[in-house]
């Protein structure tokens, strides 16, 4: 899969947020993007180094599965020492470089890419399945463990799975709490590029047929953390 960054990374957090400013105009969220996509690829990093995301060793994961049958076609790593300082909001210029790195190595082109993060629930509404999708032009969506910014009404979330309520920060709905398992805590989704909201938040659910998080999400975690071992961070 091949990737032209179109600026270059960052040096300090001045730049990040210029960048950001930049770029979000592109981020496309209402496209309804791919209906039926046969390669989706999961993405995620683990830190090493440090305590969390603070460490500065970080090593991606991207792995694509075949919809029809959710079975890996392929799995790719990388590994990389932070260049950019931990700042939250601006994560993504931590574990971009090393994530396009990931995706550099890859021989089958996803349809969509699904990133361990946040897309538009994101504080300044460009977290890094935004930057993802808007740099590689693959459809992309954030599918996080918890939430960003952002609240909901609990009332409005069942507890059967494929329930869902509006996430909602400042007045704008920026993703959806979406329930992938009757009676487990829900996932929180939010479209980073050339997909929209009901389009992503159908995909995760399709994805996740047995545990809480979507396969990608669950093979690409357990990729990076292996990844990290074996480089003894």
């Given amino acids: ?3 032209e960054v179109p600026h270059t990374w960052p040096r300090d957090e001045a730049e990040a947020l210029a960048l950001q400013d930049r770029l979000r105009p592109l981020a496309d ?5 791919p209906q039926r996509p046969r390669h989706v ?11 969390g995301a603070e460490g500065d060793i970080v090593a991606a994961a991207v792995v694509v599965l075949d919809t029809a049958t959710l079975a890996p076609v392929e799995q790719v790593t990388a590994t990389a020492r932070a260049a950019f300082p931990y700042v939250p909001g601006l994560f993504a210029f931590r574990e971009l470089p090393v994530l396009i790195d990931a995706l550099e190595k890859l021989s089958v082109t996803p349809d969509l890419l699904l990133c361990d993060g946040q897309g538009l629930a994101h504080p300044r509404r460009f977290g890094l399945a935004c930057h993802l999708g808007v740099v590689t032009g693959v459809p992309a969506a954030g599918v996080a ?60 659910l399709a994805l996740a047929p047995a545990y809480r ?19 003894g961070a």
């Fill in 1 to 3: 899969m091949r990737i």
């Fill in 29 to 33: 969220h209402h496209s309804p993007g």
């Fill in 41 to 51: 690829a999961g993405l995620d990093v683990a830190y090493g180094g440090g305590h």
């Fill in 145 to 204: 463990k918890t939430p960003f910014v952002g609240s909901w009404d609990p009332a409005a979330l069942g507890d059967a799975r494929g329930s869902s309520a509006p996430l909602v920060d400042a007045g704008e709905t920026v993703g959806r709490v979406l329930r992938t398992q009757s009676g487990v805590k829900p996932v929180y989704v939010s479209t980073g590029h050339g997909v929209d909201l009901d389009t992503a938040c159908r995909h995760v």
């Fill in 213 to 231: 998080l979507p396969e990608t999400t669950r093979l690409a975690d357990r990729l990076s953390r292996d990844r990290l071992t074996s480089w």
